[in-house]
């Protein structure tokens, strides 16, 4: 009886001097939670915290322990330990009895409705020490009590109208018992904290907040904590669903806690539960449509953590229709920045450092489209396609809006997609990247910059160069085909754009290709460590198939093979030791030939060189080679933008690449080295299409600058490279032993020829001067009819000008002068 009235006495100074307690609140409340197991035993309900291995017997305690020690303070020791006789049960009954009494409950429950009296520092250490006992209620891992834990619910609702200070103090208390509670491995009691979470919740939220306080941010914290450290699938969707309610019916009233609520579905994105991430991402996209239609100034703060959170939902691999769906959200969050830039402008908060110009793209499109990176970053291949469309999308449809250091900000975002230390590290992935990724992003770069020109030349067009140089220098075909196809693009849509400083970049870029992609160890490649094996005498290795197709191949020279061929067995190799730097090579040759290519596309426009040597080839047929030839679509090149000084550097890469592939050919004896190690396949490997279509395109150039008025003055350096050049070709073609080469050469010849009889008297006799002796030593060869009937053209233009002879019709010749070849 004693310990009652001591109880009793307690709960008395608890009611009258609870503001001088301080930490005795410790023991006042640990009492009381004593009491109330004292009152379950009072009332019955005695089993759930007893626990033994004797029989239980109704209304006795004999052969059973309490759980833990809490009777202990009752003074119940002996009773607990069997000792008692009849006359100790039926006192200890009434006493127990007493605690049940209504005068002891009223007692206790003044205490809870009381604490609205409680100072703001006594009301703290109140809230602490009754956090402290419920954590000891609840440590029982089979018995837990929840009394504790209810009267903290209950006196959350009595001092919910205290001052935000002094709630913010209670509550940081409270938050981090209920983080705790909620992560509780028993799941009643975590289903009981998170439900009562959620009505807390709801009776914050109905107050509103005012301005410039985040109170919802701190009542709301405990569910993405618990998302984050509880992986019971059961309080996880019991917490989705709390939050999806207060959305759907407290949306209005929400203002700082949408930050927690994205964190929370942020954390359900990546979960592997169906049922989880479908409503998560329900409420999200209701979110996004709807609510920020109606809300979006109050809910603004959050709009980046909507963002990020819709990325979550997209890199989710298990649900790739939820991906889908929640690019097309990000998309759409695009609209309230464009349509809405003002509300982002006078937003302050964090931003204060931001000038105001800066915001929209701080809080709007920057995080848009940085997480939209994230997605391409992470996702597997159609997602990230999907999420690269997209922001490319976005810069299209809204560039217009964008600053120039806007720019700059984002293409540090795209670059990161090339960026080779974040690239898969299995060598097929990266593969996959680059022939994927990479090669869809550099077009889109290209496209954007075009229709941003004006925009973006002065501050990102050395970037763009890199970057595709980039793309040129990787061992990847696609990639480097696309590099270069990119830089022809970008040249053709924005040349007459361009300054003559941008043509000196454009240039040297070029320039830069040319010369870090040549080949060269082509000449000077050995093989190693050879073994003698008779079973690798004749090699039959395709290294690279889908390379080969854009390199000439001369299946007529396999035949000639043997052509300086050494016959020692130590130049037998093994297939595939050598792969990968043949490989390399290859993509090299590659480049070359689409740098050509490039070249006489820029300089010409597309499809123009091959359309002229069709007429070319027409004329000849035609006897009308005095005929202008005029291509539609040679006007629409770049040469008219450009100075005699950046042709002539691109005609130095021509050159060099011409130079280089005549000596490769040339070289019998290494092209049978390679072949027989296996390179480039079933025929010795031959650069006939680099050492044509270089010089093709050189020769075009030259010619089109020595009939071009403006450049009169580059006239005399121009002739002199055009001697030079063709000169060196004629004797090269002499001494040229395959048939299959020759032919090669046919076209060439052909414009070299034709293009000549264009120029006027004078400067023809300068050249004929000095191809005269060559042309004679190639009529000994076996030349097609078109071909012959150029040359015979010539002959007779060089007996016109030097006045050898005379026809009696200066545009036609004599028929007895028409000999039938």
Known sequence: QKNIDTIKTLITVAHTDGNYLG???????????????????????????LSGSGREREGSLKGHTLAGEEFMGLGLGNLVSGGVDKRQMASFQESVGETSSQSVVVAVDRIFTGST???????????????????????????????SLQKIVEISYYNMNRIRLQWSRIWHVIGDHFNKVGCNPNEDVAIFAVDSLRQLSMKFLEKGELANFRFQKDFLRPFEHIMKKNRSPTIRDMAIRCIAQMVNSQAANIRSGWKNIFAVFHQAASDHDGNIVELAFQTTCHIVTTIFQHHFPAAIDSFQDAVKCLSEFACNAAFPDTSMEAIRLIRFCGKYVSERPRVLQEYTSDDMNVAPGDRVWVRGW?????????????????????????????????????EKHWWQDLF???????????????????????????????????????????????????DVFAQLQWCVKQDNEQLARSGTNCLENLVISNGEKFSPEVWDETCNCMLDIFKTTIPHVLLTWRPVGMEEDSSEKHLDVDLDRQSLSSIDKNPSERGQSQLSNPTDDSWKGRPYANQKLFASLLIKCVVQLELIQTIDNIVFYPATSKKEDAEHMVAAQQDTLDADIHIETEDQGMYKYMSSQHLFKLLDCLQESHSFSKAFNSNYEQRTVLWRAGFKGKSKPNLLKQETSSLACCLRILFRMYVD??????????QQRLLTVCSEALAYFITVNSESHREAWTSLLLLLLTK????????????????????????????????????????????????????????????????VW
């Open 709 to 718: 008025e403006n450049r009169r003055d580059s006239w005399e350096e121009i």
């Open 117 to 147: 009296r409680l100072d703001g520092n006594a009301i703290v250490d109140f809230v602490r020490w009754l956090c402290a006992v419920s954590m000891d209620e609840l440590a029982s891992p089979h018995h837990p009590r929840m009394f």
């Open 412 to 462: 540090r975002i795209v670059f990161r997609i090339f960026d080779n230390m974040k690239l898969p590290e299995q060598l097929s992935e990266k593969s996959e990247w680059m022939t994927t990724t990479c090669n869809h992003a550099l077009y889109a770069i290209c496209d954007v910059f075009t229709q941003f020109y004006e925009a973006l030349n002065e501050v990102l067009l050395s």
């Open 366 to 402: 920057f995080p848009i489209l940085f997480e939209l990176s994230c997605i391409i970053n992470r996702c597997k291949l159609d997602v990230r396609t999907r999420g690269l469309t997209v922001m490319f999308e976005i810069m299209k449809s809204y560039g217009h809006t964008f």
């Open 23 to 49: 930490n005795s609140w410790h023991e006042i409340l640990k009492c009381i939670s004593q009491l109330e197991l004292a009152q379950l035993i009072g009332t019955g309900v005695k089993t759930r915290y």
């Open 756 to 819: 000549t009889l264009k120029i006027n008297d004078e400067k023809f006799k300068a050249h004929a001067s000095m191809y005269y002796p060559y042309l004679c030593e190639i009529m000994q060869f076996d030349l097609i009819p078109e071909l012959r009937a150029v040359l015979r053209k010539f002959f007779l233009r060089i007996g016109v000008v030097y006045k050898i002879w005379i026809p009696e019709e200066p545009s036609q010749v004599p028929a007895a002068l028409s000999p």
